[in-house]
């Protein structure tokens, strides 16, 4: 029977150990209602440390320790961040199709427009440098293109109408070799470039670091040109470069849309795209539309979403221009009327002045007249007499 008790004993202890941690001391005194210690101590292993062994502290092992991470990969002004368009589904240049998976806003001038699908298919690189290529050229033109019909001779153009030489309007013999020459020059460049190096170069090592969250490759249309150090016009770093070929490649992209449509007119037409075209005369009409333009930009701006694909909006900055505008407004309007006042009273002042300078010299004038008409009148008076 008392072997019984201290067996039931010792499991009741042990299961509750195993969820309770205690103290030696309770636990002692909780077998002791059923038989000595010496006797728990010869019959049973369990040793008072045992009641600590779910106590001890746990040392974290210094190889799960997480190393620091190097903080440029995380800033935008020393790489270029990946990934700009990864929460969204859709494409942002092209709401009603989903954005190409290769398209996430990584690189300058990607907005998800791919609705042929060539990035899947197509090395990326290659097509954004191509792209860049006859973004330059395609700006060239379009300066080109209209001054050459301004200001250019006629026996460079073509046709009684006196157009541009191209390959819808045609040649005349001299404009071809001329044409000819100069896409010779460009084709032999782009031949020898094409597999240019240039990750050793000053703008090259710069680019190598921005994109080293992206790829190994640099940025396309890299050739180590800057000579008057535009590059670097929003900031020396990474961001502040991206922003740059951002601008260059959107102005290229609207060159290439303007020379288009150029070539389309003239071939449709026949006559040159400056003849009577608001753009290339002096007239009152461009400079009001371009003021209301940067007016309107000065204020609004235009939204699109998913569930409105025009919505013009007040901005922050719009609201804030307002405010300053209409408080400088009433401050010159305050400041006027007060202007306004201290000139009346100038005036009233000057009138008096002059009203009493008036009838001074009138007095005057009556007395001279009166002294003269007195004088006049002796001199008779003496000849008579």
């Known amino acids: 029977m008392k072997t019984t008790s201290i067996v039931l004993s010792l499991l009741l202890s042990q299961s509750a150990s ?46 799960f320790k997480v190393k620091n991470v190097d903080e440029a990969i995380l800033d935008p002004k020393k790489r270029v961040q990946v990934g700009r368009y990864n929460d969204r589904e859709m494409s942002v240049s092209v709401p009603f199709l989903k954005r190409p998976s290769k398209l996430d806003g990584t690189h300058a001038g990607d907005v998800g427009f791919d609705p042929l699908g060539l990035s899947e298919n197509l090395d990326l690189y290659t097509m954004m440098e191509a792209e860049l290529r006859h973004a ?24 009684p109408n006196h157009l541009a ?5 045609g040649f005349d013999p001299l404009s071809f070799i001329t044409v000819a020459a100069i896409f010779g020059g460009f084709g032999y460049f782009e031949y020898k470039t094409s597999l240019r190096r240039v990750d050793d170069k000053r703008l090259g090592m710069k680019h190598k670091e921005d994109m080293a969250n992206v790829w190994k490759y640099g940025v396309p249309g890299d050739y180590n040109f800057d000579p008057l150090n535009l590059y670097s016009m929003f900031g020396d770093t990474a961001d502040g470069r991206k922003a740059m070929r951002e601008l260059e490649i959107a102005h290229g992209r609207w060159a290439m849309g303007g020379i288009t449509a150029f070539a389309a007119w003239e071939a449709l037409t026949k006559h040159a795209v400056v003849e009577n075209n ?19 930009g000065f204020f609004y701006e235009v939204k699109n979403t998913d569930q409105y694909l025009f919505q013009v909006e007040k901005t922050s900055e719009g609201e804030v221009r307002m405010e300053n505008i209409q408080k400088n407004l009433n401050e010159f309007s305050a400041e006027a009327e007060v202007a306004t006042e201290d000139a009346r009273n100038y005036l009233g002042i000057a009138a008096d002045i002059v009203m009493d300078t008036a009838k001074d010299l009138k007095i005057k004038y009556d007395k001279l007249t009166d002294d003269y008409t007195a004088s006049v009148m002796k001199n008779i008076e003496k000849e008579e007499s």
Do not use: C
């Not at 728990?40 to 746990?58: C, D, G, L, M, R």
């Not at 030489?165 to 309007?169: A, D, H, K, Y």
């Not at 005369?281 to 007016?295: D, E, G, Q, R, S």
């Open 136 to 159: 330059r050229l395609a700006m060239l033109a379009v300066v080109g293109w209209p001054l050459s019909e301004l200001v250019g001779p006629n026996f460079m153009l073509h046709g």
């Open 165 to 169: 030489p191209s390959v819808l309007n």
């Open 278 to 296: 608001m753009f290339f005369h002096p007239n009152p009409i461009l400079p009001a539309l371009a003021l209301a333009y940067f007016a309107f």
């Open 18 to 63: 195993a969820f309770v941690p205690s103290k030696s001391s309770s636990l002692l005194t909780q077998i002791s209602a059923a038989t000595s210690t010496e006797e728990i101590t010869k019959t049973s292993s369990f040793s008072v440390q045992e009641a600590y062994k779910y106590e001890t502290s746990v040392n974290i092992d210094p190889k």
